[in-house]
């Protein structure tokens, strides 16, 4: 494959994908700049091996598989952990202070409904997010985390009763 088919497939890549992709990050970084980050080295990734992918495979697997990766590397880094260090005494601080926001808040909205599913672990988060927000059916969802379709069922049956048991009692408390 020459350089101009390359440059074609990604730039057609790029524009089928790019918004699902960064939406994927995001779920998984929770910080846009960082999601946009991920998903330009997912194209970096994949410009890089374009010629010794498989076209009987589905691209949109290869690719959100790709992205995950980005991600879980991301996650693992120095940088990032140093992050979530900063980022947790500025809550902290600004726990102590009272915010006018948080009485203000009174029932569930769509922030708040992504805040519980960001809250869930990372293994329940992933697939209700995979299956909701971006429509993959089981079987896509098992290639992407490279998982049975028997765990994807299991692991979406536990973030369902998690997320109700999370809003009821967020409901109890008056939320």
């Known amino acids: 494959m020459d350089r101009e088919e ?5 730039e057609k890549i790029m524009i ?5 992709l ?3 990050a995001f779920s998984y970084v929770k910080d846009a700049e960082t999601a946009k980050d991920m998903v330009q080295n997912t194209f970096i990734k ?3 091996n374009l010629d010794s992918f498989r076209f009987d ?3 949109k697997t290869w690719l959100y598989r790709i992205t995950i990766n980005e991600c879980k590397d991301y996650l693992k880094s120095w940088h990032y952990k140093m992050v979530q260090v900063k980022s947790l005494i500025n809550v902290t601080t600004k726990s102590i202070l009272p915010s006018t926001e948080k009485t203000v808040i009174d029932k569930y ?3 708040e409904i992504k805040d519980t599913i960001f809250s869930l672990p990372k293994v329940y988060r992933e697939v209700v997010y995979l299956y909701y927000y971006e429509l993959l059916n089981s079987e896509e969802i098992a290639k992407v985390l490279d998982i049975s ?5 299991t692991r979406l049956r536990r973030a369902k009763k998690r997320l109700e048991s999370m809003i009821k009692e967020a409901e109890l408390n008056g939320r």
């Open 57 to 59: 495979a589905q691209i």
């Open 22 to 24: 960064v939406r994927l």
């Open 16 to 20: 089928e994908y790019g918004n699902e």
């Open 46 to 48: 994949c410009y890089q």
């Open 6 to 10: 390359k440059d074609d497939i990604l």
């Open 149 to 153: 379709v028997n765990t994807v069922k």
């Open 109 to 111: 909205d769509n922030e």
